[in-house]
């Protein structure tokens, strides 16, 4: 298993739903997660971190930690044909740097 | 200069040569970092540094070597390109070297090692 892992995608949404992004990952990595976005031929940015169990709300978006199940997800409500984009989950490992996983590409169709 | 820049923008390089890619970034940070993006494999640390005069080793740092002579370049260079060390390049900064401060990253360095 890697030790943070997505469905590569392409996720596709209707616009003005719900996108529901997942993540999971390895007993290896802590618990402190960290949404990127990246638009196709740009660099990543950071759209959200999360430390705790449980929700963080941030506008439209929503990140969820669920340490039981060894999970983190990322909601975004009313998705815009902006939010097309992939979307890389990242966690702390063991050697305290970011462990990344491979993205989940978002396509808002309109 | 606003933020972080990278040279160059893409590169076309023959196996075997040497090559350095540069970052700058002008926000006073303290902590630097390159990493590689493979399509499926996503970002994957090479070196980073957590302050001038320091460097570490990420998860896949053979065939690169970095240096960090001041607060603001990091450079990255490759001593013998390889094919396998095609890929984007994207070098970061963040204000201290704890993973919890957010990471901002530079447009990156196509590479093509022919």
């Known amino acids: 298993q890697k030790e943070v892992e997505q469905n590569s995608g392409p996720l596709s949404v209707p616009e003005g739903a719900i996108a529901s992004l997942n993540c999971t990952y390895s007993?290896?990595?802590?618990?402190?997660f960290f949404w990127y976005r990246q638009y196709s031929g740009k660099s990543p940015e950071l759209i959200m971190s999360i430390y705790s169990n449980g929700d963080k709300e941030d506008g439209r978006f929503t990140a969820q930690l669920n340490k039981a199940s060894q999970y983190v997800s990322l909601l975004i409500r009313d998705s815009q044909p902006s939010d097309s984009a992939t979307y890389l989950c990242a966690g702390v490992d063991s050697n305290y740097q970011l462990i990344w996983g491979a993205g989940t590409k978002l396509i808002i169709k309109p | 200069i606003a933020g972080i820049t990278q040279a160059p923008t893409s590169q076309i390089l023959a196996a075997g040569r040497r090559m350095t890619l540069r970052c700058t970034q002008d926000?006073?940070?303290?902590?630097m970092y390159w990493y590689r993006q493979d399509l499926g494999l996503g970002l994957r640390l090479i070196h980073y540094s957590n302050t001038a005069g320091t460097t570490g080793k990420g998860e896949v740092p053979d065939g690169y070597s970095v240096s960090r002579a001041n607060t603001d370049d990091f450079p990255l260079t490759l001593a013998s390109a390889v094919p396998s060390q095609t890929s984007v390049y994207f070098c970061?900064?963040?204000?201290?070297?704890?993973?919890?401060?957010?990471?901002?990253f530079g447009p990156g360095t196509r590479l093509t090692v022919l």
């Open positions: 926000m006073r940070h303290n902590a």
């Open positions: 970061a900064s963040s204000e201290q070297g704890e993973p919890y401060n957010e990471q901002f």
């Open positions: 007993d290896r990595v802590s618990q402190s």
